[in-house]
């Protein structure tokens, strides 16, 4: 119908629009009739109007337009719109029009696909009101097509991509993940059919993994063709794809020899090929395919490439997971199977975690005595509460604590020696969560070590009156009418005697020390001072090397809480190696300041160094470096042991850095006087 025949006014047709009344010439109808004739031609929607008393039906030139057809291209006629419906949706618009008719609908509203001239299909949304004769039944309707593609894709693209975050939610691995997300990706965009290949592990291969195809789509053979597909780099088009990592469309399956034939055989007109990349590896192919005819989208690409990081993301996530699982079941496999006792225990001592063999080693049957233990069980294990201050104070001050020995009750009353290994955990805060670490019951050690003790107690006494007796005859023998010779004898007898004293003594110490017999009197010290004097009282022998020997003094410094007499002998054993290590010319330097609650001293030297394979013995009974026993034959290998022993019953603790032929430093540290 052209616009010349076009009914007149909105209710043109109708019953109560008399012969008379047309052939009058009202002027106000007139108008009306010119001004809609004008919005019919001249809206931006497309318009239609459908009278069914006649049966004539009109198209705007708009209407037509925006399915790509000139206005004299397509005749104003109801078959023309059902041959232009896609033949999914005329049924629904059926019942969307009986449902408008017979009342159960307020109103004409429906989303339909229209065929475009070129093939593909536009998303309209089509809305109209009908007008009623006296008896209520439709005599015409008037309606609009907006075109709404570019919305109904959006919505597409927003409906995938948030059905594909949903699958990633709960992402495992690969192989578990893409036939999921292929489908939600699918069904949400409303593709046809769904295709992934996977490339092989030495990337030689594109392989058809697996396939998805809607209901609507029969099934038929050429779906294990595609199934069982397999491309080289850069064969095909899955294989281009996959070789290049971009993306490409076919709108039409016949204007490309690329298409698959075996979709073609299942009836598809257009594909979409996507790669899926994970860790800058193309590892997967995805392919859309639809039976309707799909223009190039690039928004889909933006939106699959979005999605692309999204699954990355999850993958690296959930592997991150699976590591960490890993861990902890390594771990507390680990833990559940080592001979040594681990655990963790709050400051006050409750125990939160432990293995068997902490359990064990502590006399219970199973870690659930300990941990269900009511109080701080660890304040308990102490035979002398002294040490569990101790430890405290050591771990507070350093962070951990290596070696640290006491004496434990078992559960059956017996007593062990254990040693400890710790280290503070602490919280974001920068609070302390709790202590872990391991301890090993070391009773039979500290059962041989006591009778070596004892022993070298029992001989240095016996030994320290006859030396006595000897170095008093030396004295004697030292007469000034002595030949030259003689004389010589007997000074150097007198000089191993005098060793052999210093032997015995220092064996003494270190027995008294080890067996906790020593008797000490820790009080405040300006340990500045007592450095000062140490320094003053070998000066003669730095001067001697012409050695610098200084110590740069501190701004202020606190008092430090250690036996004065056993502190002394610290710092002169430590600056004496310093110098005795040094060559002639060197320089040794003294330094300290506090920290962390404590003093940390230290002497730099440019002496010989020690070879990093010494270093982790350097404190042990009796032991002396190569190096340092080629420059000084003389030495006993117990004066660092001392060091030792004495800082770690004062609550401190002492370690050494240095490089062979370059210096070292000794540094220790000692707590706070409160």
Same mark, same amino acid.
């Given at each position: ?91 629904? @618009? ?7 008719? &017979?009342?159960? $609908?307020?109103?004409? =509203?429906?989303? *339909? !696909?229209? #065929? ?90 594109? @392989? ?7 209901? &609507?789509?029969? $099934?038929?053979?050429? =779906?294990?063709? *595609? !199934?069982? #597909? ?445």
């Amino acid at each position: 119908m052209s616009p010349s025949k076009l009914p007149k006014g909105p209710l043109a047709g109708t019953h109560g629009v008399t012969e008379r009344r047309r052939r009058g010439g009202d002027e106000a109808l007139r108008l009306s009739e010119e001004r809609f004739a004008l919005a019919m031609q001249g809206a931006n929607d497309g318009l239609w109007d459908r009278n069914f008393e006649t049966d004539e039906v009109y198209y705007s030139p708009r209407w037509k337009n925006m399915l790509g057809y000139a206005d004299d291209e397509v005749e104003h006629t109801l078959a023309a719109f059902e041959r232009l419906v896609h033949p999914g949706d005329r049924a629904r @618009r059926l019942e969307a029009i009986n449902a408008y008719f &017979s009342g159960a $609908a307020e109103r004409y =509203e429906i989303e *339909l !696909r229209m #065929r475009h001239k070129h093939g593909h299909y536009v998303t309209v949304l089509a809305r109209a009101t009908a007008a009623r004769d006296a008896d209520g039944r439709v005599v015409r309707m008037v309606g609009t097509h907006v075109d709404v593609s570019e919305q109904k894709r959006s919505s597409q693209r927003r409906a995938a991509q948030y059905a594909a975050t949903r699958v990633l939610a709960e992402a495992t691995t690969l192989k578990e993940t893409v036939p999921k997300f292929l489908k939600v990706i699918c069904d949400a965009a409303e593709w046809d059919l769904g295709c992934a290949l996977v490339a092989d592990p030495d990337g030689t291969q594109l @392989r058809g993994f697996t396939l998805w195809r809607s209901l &609507s789509v029969p $099934a038929g053979d050429w =779906e294990g063709g *595609l !199934r069982t #597909r397999s491309y080289a780099p850069g064969q095909g088009l899955a294989g281009r794809v996959w070789a290049t990592g971009k993306p490409e469309w076919i709108v039409h399956a016949d204007q490309s020899a690329d298409f698959p034939p075996e979709a073609r055989a299942g009836g598809m007109n257009s594909v979409c090929v996507a790669p899926l990349v994970v860790g800058h590896r193309n590892v997967a192919v995805l392919e859309f395919y639809s039976r309707d005819i799909r223009p190039r989208d690039d928004d889909w690409f933006t939106m699959l490439a979005s999605v692309n990081v999204q699954v990355e993301q999850s993958l690296r996530r959930r592997q991150m997971e699976r590591d960490l699982e890993q861990a902890e079941r390594k771990y507390h496999d680990i833990v559940e199977q080592a001979l040594h006792g681990i655990y963790q225990t709050t400051p006050d001592g409750r125990i939160v975690s432990a293995n068997l063999a902490l359990a064990r080693t502590l006399g219970y049957d199973n870690p659930d005595e300990i941990l269900n233990f009511d109080g701080p069980f660890a304040e308990r294990l102490y035979v002398d509460p002294g040490r569990r201050g101790e430890f405290k104070q050591q771990i507070e001050v350093h962070g951990s604590v290596r070696g640290f020995e006491a004496r434990m009750r078992r559960k059956d009353g017996a007593v062990i020696w254990v040693s400890i290994d710790a280290r503070t955990v602490k919280d974001e805060r920068g609070d302390v969560k709790y202590y872990e670490g391991s301890l090993i019951d070391i009773t039979d050690r500290k059962d041989a070590e006591q009778m070596k003790s004892d022993f070298v107690s029992f001989a240095t006494h016996q030994l320290r009156t006859p030396l006595a007796g000897i170095k008093w005859l030396l004295e004697l023998a030292q007469a000034p009418d002595l030949p030259e010779e003689s004389a010589s004898y007997i000074l150097d007898a007198r000089a191993s005697a005098d060793r052999l004293i210093r032997l015995v003594n220092d064996l003494l110490d270190v027995s008294r020390l080890e067996g906790g017999r020593l008797a000490t009197s820790p009080q405040p010290t300006d340990l500045a001072a007592m450095s000062t004097e140490v320094i003053n009282e070998l000066m003669p022998l730095a001067r001697e090397k012409n050695q610098s020997l200084v110590m740069e003094p501190p701004a202020s410094l606190p008092a430090v809480l250690v036996d004065p007499k056993l502190g002394r002998e610290v710092v002169l054993n430590l600056i004496s190696n310093a110098l005795r290590y040094t060559p002639a010319g060197g320089a040794v330097t003294v330094q300290m300041h506090s920290t962390n609650g404590a003093v940390e001293w230290a002497v730099r030297d440019t002496g010989i160094g020690i070879p990093a394979a010494a270093q982790s013995r350097l404190f042990e009974k009796f032991f002396r470096a190569d190096n340092a026993a080629i420059v000084h034959t003389e030495g006993t290998g117990l004066g660092l042991y001392l060091v030792r022993l004495v800082l770690e019953r004062s609550g401190g603790r002492v370690w050494c850095e240095s490089k062979e032929g370059a210096g070292s430093i000794f540094r220790f540290t000692l707590p706070l006087a409160k």
